[in-house]
């Protein structure tokens, strides 16, 4: 959960369990968002010698002991430990990747996933039903968490938590992070959890069946089989499942309500309403012409934004407090209307109705970054220029619509640089 800004768990990999004879569970591939907010483990590990990493160590065990960390613990979760080269050449190597939504919601919720999830609701049936009772987080979110951040167990990563996270925090970003990560990694080997050979994950630390960060473990992992562990490295998926929901709950999951509807705009529709800030109720905005997408106003699921992932010429949703409570996982948009979708398609929901610009270029990195140093200039964007259209640039390209008589969606397109160009 939460690779990108590391606030929450971390995002990427999974497994489906055990055998019983359900249909039988087909591989189905991750799917990748930017990479700021991946927690692939697909990475070669190439450990190398490193005599600076080696220093850092020694001076790190010094502060790990220091903060209640025994010296046995410490030792043996270090033993063959080296500096890895290809966790930092994943990290750094971030934010040059771009990946359209509907891309992303096409592996998302592709038939393979959409069939192995109901397999797995199916085969973990009381497990998943048991959780959903004592949370109340309902059972069809907790799946599609499990089936988008290791493709149900199958894929949850087998790189050494503890030598990625050393690595990170000797030459990586964000070494103050990563060292506090690392230090709750060597609490959870102490508290008996996890030996520390078994400690595996993705490149940035993401552990188990639905990729908890060491901080993340520590503050909201349960044992939920009894056994006095909270193993989410088992193949055994129950305690990783429940502690995916016990954080959802912990975050103020609301039961029954949706993370989102799609809806259909009217025409003519205020573009500057489509803004996370701006909160009605279903009925305030049916008075606005917004409606579901079977032409009846929405139900009274709560007060709702409306969120046009795509711009103004892609698929529209309402989205409510779940959909906040789900981001807590993953600041992605991408990656919360993947889990809300797959969700509902495992519930047995269907397609979007409406259509993505499919064929619209994205603006590459560079361009990206152009888009924001103009709008710096002419006094739209007062943040950094580093390439990520996060919720000030979104504003600053509204405005600047707004300025030139675009309909502000606040969208990063190939014509909005043009018209930036124009200036």
Not at 56 to 82: C, E, H, N, Y
Not at 183 to 195: R, T
Not at 222 to 228: A, I, K, N, Q
Not at 252 to 271: A, C, D, H, I, S
């Amino acid at each position: 959960m939460k690779l990108a800004r590391f606030t929450g768990i971390l995002a990427t990999t999974i497994t489906l369990m055990s055998g019983c004879a359900l249909a039988q569970i087909t591989a189905s591939p991750i799917p990748e968002l930017r990479p700021a907010v991946s927690g692939d483990s697909r990475v070669i590990q190439a450990s190398v010698p490193n005599t600076g990493f080696d220093r850092w160590i020694d001076g790190f065990r010094q502060r790990a002991l220091s903060q209640g960390i025994s010296a046995g613990v410490f030792d043996a979760a270090f033993r063959g430990v080296s500096y890895n080269r290809g966790v930092i050449e994943k990290d750094r190597n971030q934010s040059e990747y771009t990946k359209q939504i509907w891309d992303y919601l096409d592996s998302a919720a592709s038939p393979t996933r959409v069939e192995n999830g109901r397999a797995a609701l199916q085969k973990h049936a009381r497990t998943l039903s048991a959780i959903e009772a004592r949370y109340g987080v309902d059972k069809e979110i907790v799946a599609a968490i499990w089936g988008l951040e290791s493709a149900y167990g199958e894929r949850r990563g087998d790189i050494h938590v503890i030598e990625a996270l050393a690595t990170l925090a000797y030459d990586g970003r964000r070494g103050k992070f990563f060292e506090a990560q690392l230090i709750d990694a060597l609490k959870i080997v102490q508290s008996g959890d996890v030996p520390p050979g078994r400690m595996t994950g993705s490149w940035a630390g993401a552990m188990g069946h639905t990729q908890f960060i060491p901080s993340s473990f520590m503050a909201y992992a349960v044992d939920f089989t009894g056994d006095g562990r909270r193993d989410i490295w088992a193949d055994d998926p129950t305690d990783a499942l429940a502690s995916t929901a016990a954080y959802l709950a912990r975050f103020g999951w609301v039961k029954g309500q949706p993370w989102g509807v799609e809806v259909v705009l009217p025409r003519g529709f205020n573009y500057g309403l489509a803004s996370r800030k701006i909160l009605k109720s279903p009925a305030d905005w049916a008075a606005l012409g917004v409606r579901g997408i079977d032409g009846r106003p929405v139900p009274n699921y709560g007060a709702g934004s409306i969120l046009l992932p795509a711009g103004a010429q892609g698929v529209a949703f309402m989205i409510f407090k779940n959909f906040s409570v789900i981001e807590r996982y993953n600041v992605a948009d991408a990656y919360v209307i993947g889990v809300g979708h797959l969700a509902d398609r495992l519930r047995g929901g269907g397609e979007f109705k409406a259509s993505w610009p499919r064929g619209y270029k994205p603006l590459s990195f560079d361009e990206r970054m152009e888009m924001q140093q103009r709008l710096t200039r002419l006094g739209y964007l007062d943040d950094k220029v580093d390439g990520i259209v996060g919720p000030n640039t979104i504003d600053a390209i509204r405005a600047f619509q707004v300025a030139r008589g675009a309909a502000p969606d606040g969208y990063p397109s190939q014509e909005l640089l043009r018209l930036l160009k124009a200036q």
